[in-house]
């Protein structure tokens, strides 16, 4: 069974950092590209970070670009998303999201998401 | 960036019912559209992808259909389960973008 938990929200000052985790088990870690998409309260569905198998890619939209920075380490199975800059707009719930074989950017299994609060 | 225009932005219907959302891309995306399902307090599970092919385990009263810049998820005999957001989300192109989601009750 796929399973994507992400870990590491909390609330956080303006203009601080922050990391996400996300641990992933019930699939081969290493032959999928992942991806962040968050969703502000009450509000629709932002993706913010795409990764390659290996890592050598990545892709960002431009609200987050510069600020943020995801990575991966395919032996732990792990993904993560560093937050830099935190501003209020990016207060959310984000996902980690499996992309499927074939590598088409659509999400087939998503997390339960983590908490992120952005506030003074 | 291709912008997704969903509608309706809430619906409300009758057990039993036949329920259609529309998603209008500002370009052709040539099919590369997904449809999620988001229901109170879970995270989105993923109903059809390349416009028009179902999920694993979904069941087939979830349909879309479409091309070019304009596609549908047609929902068939309304259950109480079905009660939830749904969004559409393009992947033609990055930046990847979602419609604004279209919140389905129960009448």
């Known amino acids: 069974e796929v399973q994507l938990v992400e870990s590491g929200g909390g609330l956080v000052q303006p203009g601080r950092s922050l990391k996400l985790s996300c641990a992933a088990s019930?699939?081969?870690?290493?032959?999928?590209?992942m991806a962040w998409v968050r969703q502000a309260p009450k509000k629709g569905l932002e993706w913010v970070a795409t990764?390659?198998?290996?890592?050598?890619?990545?892709y960002y939209p431009d609200s987050v670009k510069g600020r943020f920075t995801i990575s991966r380490d395919n032996a732990k199975s792990s993904l993560y998303l560093q937050m830099n800059s935190l501003k209020s707009e990016d207060t959310a719930t984000y996902y980690c999201?499996?992309?499927?074989?074939?590598?088409?950017?659509?999400?087939?299994?998503w997390g339960q998401g983590v908490m992120v609060t952005v506030s003074s | 960036d291709i912008q997704m225009t969903q509608s309706p932005a809430s619906l409300s219907a009758s057990l039993g019912e036949t329920v259609t959302i529309e998603c209008r891309a500002s370009?052709?995306?040539?099919?590369?559209l997904a449809w999620y399902q988001q229901k109170p307090g879970k995270s989105p599970q993923l109903l059809i992808y390349?416009?028009?092919s179902l999920h694993t385990g979904v069941p087939s009263r979830f349909s879309g259909s479409g091309s070019g810049t304009q596609y549908s998820l047609k929902i068939n005999s309304l259950q109480s389960e079905d009660v939830a957001s749904y969004f559409c989300?393009?992947?033609?192109?990055?930046?990847?973008?979602f419609g604004s989601g279209t919140k389905l009750e129960i009448k």
């Open positions: 989300q393009q992947y033609y192109n990055y930046p990847l973008t």
């Open positions: 990764i390659s198998t290996s890592g050598s890619r990545t």
């Open positions: 370009e052709d995306i040539y099919n590369g």
């Open positions: 390349n416009a028009n």
């Open positions: 019930g699939f081969t870690f290493s032959n999928y590209y």
């Open positions: 999201a499996r992309i499927p074989p074939g590598r088409l950017p659509f999400f087939d299994y």
